[in-house]
């Protein structure tokens, strides 16, 4: 089995040679179409043992990609972005942790307010592996890098054995970015490994398929840290794409959702409305390709069962739906905290088992309160009840979303709550529990209250 890495890139003297060292143990050839690089980008690609071939830029993502792919003789290609990192703890975890927060794993350990929550707190231990030369790779890799590699050959072929058919596999990647807290980290599994006659299809979020069409995603467990959101905001350089692609499909409710999603990362809140309010419109109809429920069910062999193609509703519709409530949230006119209410209702039954939609919740019952006491006062428990439910679902990577809302976040919250209801021991108790995952600001909180 051959599997190739396949990229395209421009400019990415910064984090390429860091891209290639921690994915090339698990592959074979590297292939890499250059978009026009003015920097030392080619001459790192090279100096990796990379294939590097030019590529005129043609205002089409898909266009550079299916390029760089037909150059390659891989049986899989994986394809990253040059500000990727392959995760060297991952593959074969089902316990996954984001980069420099240890989070609370498989529901977290909530006192007897809830007993029905109670679970374990856990953290991913760091392995040490002796370093082997391998013959043609021209660097040093760690026994653990040959295991990873062999157990990636291992899911891909059980994947055959268990008559999938033609399959994509799915990546797990945690993005960092900055919000109010500093720097935030959610995750989303990606289609990023693709059998040999999988290219792909749109000018920009350009997404995979095969001669047949769609095929399913299932996500295996490889994870990649992405830090790409720290450094450009590359929303302007997007939209102008986005719109047209919206011109081109109306129909399509992938293109509204990125279009919302990129208006809204402009600070363009009320301009975002009309695009999510067009997606949720088609996939609440079914329209716009596909309309399953967000979270991936587990299956036996070879990673979780992620049946979306990362253009299927079902593998963006709760993460748009979600987004869609912040924004709503974030405007805060009554209007839209009506908006915001109905589409919560709506979604429940749908979406009440993933610790993000939870926690929009809580935020929500607690604005709605806010806005008017004497008429929402029976929805205080709501807020309570949301929190705890989100330490209840604990972290789960897998099914995308921001890391800390299965545990610290909706721990911090909780105690947040608890503060304000004069609930001081339990106050301190969830504080505590969010602090020990390293969260600053419960750590602070702390402090402040023993001041006291």
Not at 390 to 417: I, M, Q
Request: overall charge negative.
């Amino acid at each position: 089995m051959k599997i190739n890495l396949v990229m395209i890139v421009k400019d990415e003297e910064r984090t390429l040679e860091r891209c290639l060292k921690a994915a090339k143990p698990l592959v074979d050839d590297i292939i890499i179409a250059d978009t026009g690089s003015t920097d030392r980008t080619v001459e790192i690609a090279r100096q990796m043992g990379a294939a590097v071939y030019p590529f005129t830029w043609v205002d089409d993502f898909s266009a550079a990609r299916n390029f760089a792919l037909e150059k390659s003789d891989g049986d899989w290609n994986l394809v990253l972005d040059a500000d990727e990192t392959v995760r060297w703890g991952s593959m074969g975890e089902e316990d996954a942790r984001p980069a420099g927060a240890i989070g609370l794993s498989g529901g977290a350990d909530v006192p007897d307010t809830d007993p029905d929550s109670r679970g374990s707190l856990s953290s991913a231990d760091e392995t040490e592996c002796d370093l082997v030369s391998v013959r043609g790779m021209g660097t040093e890799v760690s026994r653990e890098a040959l295991e990873r590699r062999k157990e990636l050959e291992r899911l891909l072929a059980a994947g055959e054995q268990m008559g999938r058919g033609t399959w994509i596999g799915g990546i797990t990647r945690y993005d960092s970015y900055h919000d109010e807290e500093g720097i935030s980290v959610s995750t989303s599994v990606l289609p990023r490994l693709l059998p040999r006659d999988v290219r792909y299809t749109g000018t920009i979020h350009e997404q995979p398929t095969g001669p047949a069409g769609d095929y399913p995603c299932y996500a295996l467990p490889l994870e990649v840290d992405h830090d790409g959101y720290l450094y450009a905001d590359k929303g302007e350089r997007n939209l102008p794409y986005l719109e047209q692609a919206v011109a081109e499909y109306p129909d399509d409710s992938y293109y509204h959702f990125q279009l919302a999603s990129t208006l809204r990362n402009l600070k363009r809140l009320e301009e975002s409305l009309i695009p999510f309010r067009e997606f949720y419109r088609l996939t609440e109809l079914g329209e716009g390709r596909g309309t399953e429920r967000h979270r991936p069910d587990r299956h036996k062999a070879g990673g979780h069962s992620h049946k979306a193609d990362g253009h299927s509703a079902d593998g963006y519709r709760a993460g748009g739906i979600v987004l869609y409530l912040y924004t709503l949230l974030d405007i805060g006119t009554p209007a839209c905290l009506d908006e915001a209410g109905g589409i919560i209702d709506k979604e429940m039954d749908a979406l009440g088992d993933w610790s993000d939609f939870c926690f929009v919740c809580g935020l929500f019952y607690m604005k709605r309160v806010l806005s008017d006491v004497e008429r929402y006062i029976g929805l205080l428990p709501n807020i309570e009840k949301c929190y705890l439910r989100c330490l209840k679902l604990g972290e789960r990577p897998e099914d995308g979303g921001v890391v800390g809302t299965g545990s610290f976040k909706a721990a911090y919250n909780l105690g947040a709550w608890y503060e304000v209801s004069g609930q001081m021991e339990l106050a301190v108790r969830y504080y505590r529990m969010a602090a020990e995952t390293g969260y600053e600001k419960a750590a602070e909180r702390l402090r402040v209250l023993e001041v006291r």
